[in-house]
């Protein structure tokens, strides 16, 4: 299974411990737009799920055949994390759809004036600590663009490796600057083989066929990356 995660780096004007009261007594219910609920038993602390309502316009048909219309609820969910290090906090949003911003907006209503958000980038796509604890790392997949060919000429390069590759030894990129969109990695842990992809524009990608507590240690640790 494949999982796609994004962070923000955000600001409350709360400390930590006043967030999590919050969240956990804001609550989905019958009179309210939005709420949420604490994944009790998850590996990684502050797990949440956000619930919120939109109106959907159904069609329906009488006996005679005419068609009426009925306005319902529709509920929708996402998945996220808060992680905090070093007096600054993450927000880690797991499988994000095309927008997230019925969530930041009840992150500014209940937080109010002080509560800001950054959605974060990878600009050095290299490896980082998160990589450290595997027993085999090989990068296997790697997309760059922005290389310049000539003054007229700028191309987009796709390469693919079932052994790996080293980034200074691919004879396409020496002496050209070219700007990475996502690497691949393959990485090994206690027998078990899985895939991290990072891309350029914040979004990571995990892939494990087992081992949950090492898929934890990989989301929560190249979290911190971003906090020291």
């Excluded at 998850?42 to 069609?59: A, D, E, G, L």
């Excluded at 027993?135 to 700028?154: M, P, Q, S």
């Amino acid at each position: 299974m494949m999982n796609r995660y994004r962070w923000y780096r955000i600001h409350i004007p709360q400390n930590s411990d006043q967030v999590i009261n919050v969240l956990d007594e804001f609550q989905l219910t019958a009179n309210k737009a939005y709420g949420f609920s604490k994944f009790v038993n998850s590996i990684t602390p502050h797990s949440y799920r956000f619930f919120w309502r939109t109106k959907i316009v159904i069609t329906q048909f009488d006996e005679s055949g005419n068609p009426f219309y009925q306005q319902m609820d529709s509920i929708n969910f996402v998945d996220f994390v808060l992680l905090e290090s070093l007096n600054k906090i993450l927000l880690r949003i797991e499988n994000p759809g095309k927008s997230v911003r019925d969530l930041i907006n009840a992150f500014e209503s209940i937080f109010g004036l002080g509560f800001t958000c950054k959605l974060l980038s990878f600009k050095n796509v290299s490896p980082t600590r998160v990589l450290q604890t595997a027993d085999l790392v090989r990068i296997i997949g790697l997309k760059v663009f922005g290389t310049a060919i000539n003054e007229d000429i700028v191309t987009k390069m796709e390469f693919a490796s079932k052994q790996g590759m080293k980034l200074e030894k691919i004879p396409q990129l020496k002496g050209l600057t070219h700007i990475i969109e996502y690497i691949t990695y393959e990485i090994l842990f206690e027998g078990v083989k899985g895939c991290l992809t990072i891309h350029s524009n914040g979004t990571g990608k995990c892939k494990f066929l087992q081992h949950t507590h090492y898929l934890y240690h990989c989301k929560f640790n190249y979290a911190l990356n971003f906090m020291s």
